[in-house]
């Protein structure tokens, strides 16, 4: 007995010692992922709020195959996950059986980081699982101040011609800031000059994928779908959604993180989105699923919710 005590407390020594070494921040260029489309349309499935928590579990069980009908319902050109894919000490295994669902299914597929995913584990110790993957399109994207990680966008080609333009924003956790309106936080100033640096020189239409919506989605009307509880948006206005309607490219912002809203509506030329949480673990009254975002070879953008009960087994 004394022995087998013995082997569980060195085994605990050296999963602290190996959860106490401090990965280094690694920040990539700023060079766009470039993609070339297959067909004449480019056909976006967006999931979101996955809260994966024990892994062993039905409902964590559920999600996985939930994930798995949803992305095999079409041929999407790319699966979007909208931030908190993880909400455990286990994230790190729980992520890694995520990235390695994802591989087996052989689509191309990305993600923000939502304030979940960082709860247990620093950033760059959960993205160290996803260095051998052949369809993941991500990058850590450069160094922003107070930017967090994972700034970046795709281009989608017809040709080697861009179609269309994907941007993804880090949005962080909480924040103490005294001129927050709540405790998220926010994009950063030098976020969003970033995202205007591209922006300003696009010559087509882009969308936008974040976790913690903007403060304009508590200007909510005329809305599609279900407006299930209060808005919990970004804590300050840095000015993302003026720069987007500044300079008229921006056609879309889709994020997650209030489980029980999945409406759309139009503000200033802008479709703002939630998708549908995806989670069995995540609280919500919601059926789940995922939101589907089409646009035709005319550029013309469209999105509806996709029920996992439309799904065929």
Known sequence: MRI?????????????????????PFYSNNEPINIEMSGEELKILQLTDNHLTFGIDYNDRQTFRAIEKLV????????VFTGDMVMSPLAIPLFKHLVNLMESLEVHWTFVLGNHDRDYHRVERLLSVISDTEFLKFKV??????GGVGNFKITFTQ????????????TKSTTDAPERL???????PAQVDWFEQFVSQDTVDSLVFMHTP????ELVKNYVGTFGEPVHPQGVDTGFFDIAVNYGRTKGVFVGHDHENDFAFELMGVTLAYGRYTGYNAYGS??????VITIDKNQMMTTTILPLSEVKP
């Open 214 to 217: 903007l403060l304009q989605f």
């Open 182 to 188: 709540t405790d998220y936080d926010f994009l950063s």
């Open 159 to 170: 040709d080697n011609v861009p179609f269309y333009h994907l941007y993804f924003l880090d």
């Open 141 to 146: 994207g450069p160094e922003l101040e107070q």
């Open 286 to 291: 919601l059926e789940l699923g995922g939101r």
């Open 72 to 79: 095999l319902y079409d041929d999407w050109d790319l699966v």
């Open 4 to 24: 087998s005590y013995f082997f569980i407390l060195l085994t605990l020594c050296f999963i602290v010692i190996g959860c106490s070494n401090e990965l280094q």
